[in-house]
């Protein structure tokens, strides 16, 4: 079975070459693994959209894969201060691909748990001591801060240090693959010399704004275009809603925290709200792994003992930690490990450490990452906060497990009502005790017309409601949608009151419009036949220049914009397509120019004046960086072929129907 594997992985390296233009024109993504909430999370009841070697991948994991992948977009977008159309991205190919990593992730698992690769706890503690914000100032462990993380994903520490032991088992594969990738310098330089290589171009643009005033369309022109184009002046429908909400949020603003009970909480759990003692500590770790034999045990420990004979004769420990320790996180601190309670560290460990006293040096200790010499460096005593401080958070704490208890009770009536009583919100409302919201004006894709103005406004509208409430059903039947989970302790119905729907308008009533749409085409049409001919009376005099050619002479480029310096990494200052043109053209003859049309301004003609080499001592310094990013991009997709590998052996069946629509009824 080895050897076919190895085969495989040769065979993608002899045929190299194949893959070198992928490699050229792929942008260098970080190979993301999405996140695992255990693998008995694939055994999970309910209707599968996937089995993978007879495990199952069910909906309502789907669902929540799916709605992470939305989640992400949509606060990528917020931080990047973008508009994005959520229904439009929640395609059928994104949901598919989502399907895909899914059944990618089943893959791993059953890859992780056959060959029994497992994350240990030194991996995992680094992983974590990574996790941004979970450092204080000095240095230590945030232990506050990271029981914050685990609340707000929902999970205790074992179920989070689980998941994660998983998700760094799942890297294996593609880190091994993703450090093996290896690339020739030749093709290095061309890939470097290309990103690199900077271009003089001139430009002039003829605009369509110079015709668009000789342009007055009679009134058989705007007949006929308006029937030919239709559909693009087609009114999309239109609607009136109703939601109605059950949320875990909007419960809590009528949850009350009794006081005695606050107090008593306070009381009973001072471990909730105190800082445990905390302990600062160095050590040196002679790395052993736990199958070693007596011998390399013994031995282990007698190099333990000698440095702790170092130690005692006064030699610095920070020194010798420098020196000898195997711990990666720590050892160029001197061994320092900051400050960390005594659940942060394995048993044998944090007993030693919890029994020591400030400045002592320990005996060698043996955990299971091998032999330790700690030395305690100063204790922080635990302390408890002031109850004052504290009952807030516990005020709140209490109102929101009462408003999830409530929402638990509440969401069953919820679903039942919307469904039986489906003509009308109104008696789920009494029955949850919300409020219904009404929006005017509601289209498919989520955008509101704004009464009295031209102006559209984006509704704050899930996608699945959207489809959900313009399904065909809904607006035949007019009843309630079913109780669609937005996300977790979300849950929302709703229905058209009003509903248009999509109609061919009179032209009269979109004459403005069509008129434009008229006069920009035809002023299109002229910049780029006006465009074209100079294009052509440019070539003819550049063959006629021959060899003499270059430079270009400056009575031929005094219609031209000043020359721009560009790159195909820098260019701000031209569109993609424009910049793709640029680095078509050649520096001979009619290859020194090209056009092309530029959507809604005209016709832009390019002229190639220089090409500007990469100077050596630039190229020589890029290499190392792309080689490393390049060899990343090869070992990914050594990555990518052995899944393929792995999932065209393995029994896989899909339900293509079940990731369509989640909310529609089977």
């Known amino acids: ?53 007879g495990r199952p991948i069910t909906r309502e994991r789907f669902e929540s894969a799916h709605r992470e992948q939305l989640d992400q977009m949509r606060r990528m977008a917020s931080m990047t201060g973008q508009s994005v159309d959520m229904t439009a991205l929640d395609s059928p190919e994104l949901r598919q691909d989502v399907l895909d990593r899914l059944i990618q992730d089943a893959l791993l698992q059953g890859m992780v748990i056959d060959r029994k690769i497992f994350a240990g706890d030194l991996r995992l503690r680094e992983e974590i001591g990574n996790i941004p914000n979970l450092r204080k100032a000095d240095g230590s462990f945030n232990l506050e801060q990271y029981k914050s993380l685990l609340a707000a994903q929902g999970k205790s520490e074992f179920q989070f240090e689980q998941s994660l032991r998983q998700e760094l088992a799942l890297r294996t594969l593609p880190e091994a693959l993703g450090a093996s990738g290896f690339l020739p310098t030749p093709v290095l330089q061309s890939i470097v010399a290309a990103q690199l290589e900077k271009r003089e171009i001139r430009q002039r643009l003829f605009s369509v704004k110079q015709f668009k005033d000789q342009l007055k369309p009679t009134q058989e022109q705007l007949e006929a275009y308006f029937k030919k184009e239709s559909k693009r002046f087609e009114l999309a429908a239109v609607a009136d809603l109703e939601i109605l909400t059950l949320s875990v949020k909007d419960l809590v603003a009528g949850e009350r925290a009794d006081a005695d009970a606050v107090k008593t909480y306070y009381e009973q759990n001072p471990q909730r709200f105190g800082e445990p003692e905390q302990r600062r500590a160095s050590h040196i770790l002679l790395e052993l792994s736990p199958s070693a034999s007596e011998s390399a045990k013994a031995q282990a420990i007698e190099k333990a003992k000698s440095i702790l004979e170092s130690i005692k004769d006064g030699k610095d420990f920070a020194a010798l930690a420098r020196q000898w320790s195997k711990d990666s996180g720590s050892a160029a601190q001197g061994g320092d490990l900051g400050f960390f309670s005594r659940e942060a560290m394995v048993k044998p460990f944090a007993d030693a450490v919890f029994a020591m006293k400030p400045g002592t040096v320990s005996e060698p200790l043996m955990s299971e990452f091998g032999v330790h010499v700690i030395k305690l460096t100063e204790i922080r005593p635990s302390k408890l906060k002031p109850f004052e401080q504290v009952r807030s958070d516990i005020e709140q704490q209490m109102k929101q497990e009462q408003a999830q ?262």
């Open 405 to 666: 208890k409530r929402f638990a009770e509440l969401a069953e009536v919820f679903s039942n009502t919307v469904y039986e009583q489906s003509d009308s919100l109104q008696p789920a409302a009494n029955k949850i005790n919300q409020k219904m919201l009404g929006l005017k004006g509601v289209h498919p894709d989520g955008r509101m017309s704004s009464a009295g103005s031209k102006s559209m406004q984006k509704a704050d509208i899930d996608p699945r409601v959207l489809r959900a409430v313009f399904s065909e059903e809904s607006i035949r039947l007019r009843r309630n949608t079913d109780a669609i989970e937005i996300s977790p302790g979300v849950l929302v119905s709703a229905r058209l009151s009003q509903y248009q729907p999509p109609s061919s308008p009179a032209l009269d009533s979109v004459r403005e419009a069509v008129t434009e749409a008229w006069v920009l085409e035809a002023a299109m049409e002229k910049a780029k036949a006006e465009g074209e001919k100079f294009m052509d009376a440019l070539v003819k005099q550049l063959v006629g220049l021959g060899e003499s050619q270059n430079p270009l002479p400056q009575p031929l480029l005094q219609s031209f914009s000043e020359p721009l310096l560009i790159s195909r990494g820098q260019s701000a200052a031209l569109d993609q397509q424009s910049l793709q043109t640029a680095f078509k053209l050649g520096m001979q003859g009619k290859a020194r120019v090209g056009g092309l049309v530029v959507p809604d301004q005209g016709f832009r003609v390019m002229v190639l004046g220089a090409v500007v080499p990469v100077p050596e001592e630039q190229l020589k310094s890029a290499i190392p960086m792309v080689r490393e990013q390049l060899a990343s991009l090869e070992g990914r997709l050594l990555s990518e072929q052995y899944l393929r590998y792995l999932r065209g052996r393995a029994a896989v069946k899909t339900y293509p129907n079940r990731i369509a629509n989640s909310n529609a009824k089977p």
């Open 1 to 53: 079975m080895l050897e076919r594997k190895m085969g495989l992985f040769e065979w993608i390296r002899d045929h190299k070459r194949l893959m070198l233009g992928a490699l050229i024109v792929l942008i260098f993504p970080s190979f993301v693994f999405w996140g695992i909430s255990g693998y008995d999370q694939f055994m999970g009841d309910g209707t599968e959209v996937a089995e993978v070697q």
